[in-house]
């Protein structure tokens, strides 16, 4: 896994477009992530489904590229979500105070199903 | 009370120095998973942080980070002869008058607010030092360690 152990992957289930987020995120690799969700909005895509179930540790750098993406997708009227935020990665998400910032759906099937 | 001192350059690929070194250390003591990972978050952020902000007029520079524990505690002191900086001081990111959304700047120092249960900063000798502490349950023996420690005593 290259850049500080994170890998970033997306595919197509239906018409929502799943980024699958592998590995640790923080300083020296969240601007990837910026650059990935911001890239699949410009191309178009307006259901983006940013799937946790690999992130092992996440620093605020993550959760700085996730406000920014979701800005960015409010601006360009396309929906970002998030799933199968858990563990450590979920209190996080909580001690920011960004669970009510962004839209989280549960499991992936879970979001699939809300955002089909 | 054990501890260990690094020396880190402000290159951001020295965080990766500092984080072996404080995966080392807590496999070493003994340190529970989930207050590992959480003072690998705040040893990130405050390094981060050191690396990016200290010397606005860049330049090649050296500072100091010592992990330490003692039974309950587990601690990281960070010093730099940087621009004075008191994360104490830092305001917590305001929501966006347009958005639910906080804009994407403080966070770091706001999550190490609440990962830790002692923040302390000094300005002394021109020099920064943050001291950040949290306290753990230290994590049971295994059972012929115990006993190892039990004959020993």
């Known amino acids: 896994m290259a850049n500080g152990g994170l890998s970033i992957a997306h595919s197509h289930s239906g018409h929502v477009c799943v980024v699958r987020l592998t590995g640790r995120i923080d300083n020296s690799n969240a601007s990837e992530v910026t650059t990935q969700l911001s890239g699949l909005i410009v191309s178009g895509e307006k259901n983006i489904l940013v799937d946790f179930d690999g992130v092992l540790y996440l620093t605020s750098a993550a959760f700085r590229a996730l406000l920014i993406a979701a800005d960015q997708a409010e601006r360009n009227a396309a929906r970002l979500a998030m799933c199968s935020v858990k563990g450590h990665v979920h209190d996080l998400f909580e001690m920011g105070g960004l669970l009510d910032s962004f839209t989280i759906l549960g499991s992936r099937d879970e979001a699939l199903a809300r955002l089909a | ?153």
């Open chain 2, 1 to 153: 009370m054990r501890s260990i001192e690094v020396t880190l350059r402000n290159n951001p690929a020295d965080i990766s120095v500092i984080r072996s070194a404080l995966d080392r250390f807590g496999a070493e003591e003994r340190i529970p998973g989930k207050v590992l990972i959480e003072m690998q978050v705040v040893l990130d952020e405050i390094v981060s942080n050191v690396i990016k902000y200290a010397w606005p007029g860049g330049g090649s520079h050296d500072f100091l980070v010592r992990l330490s524990i003692d039974h309950t505690t587990v601690g990281v002191e960070v010093v730099d002869d940087g621009q004075a900086y008191d994360p104490r001081d830092a305001p917590m990111p305001a929501p966006a008058s347009s958005s639910r959304r906080p804009p994407p700047g403080g966070l770091g120092i706001h999550l190490i607010k609440q990962l830790v249960d002692f923040l302390e900063y000094e300005r002394i000798d021109e020099h920064n030092r943050v001291s950040l502490k949290k306290r753990f349950v230290a994590a049971a023996l295994p059972q012929n360690e115990a006993s190892d420690g039990k004959r020993r005593a």
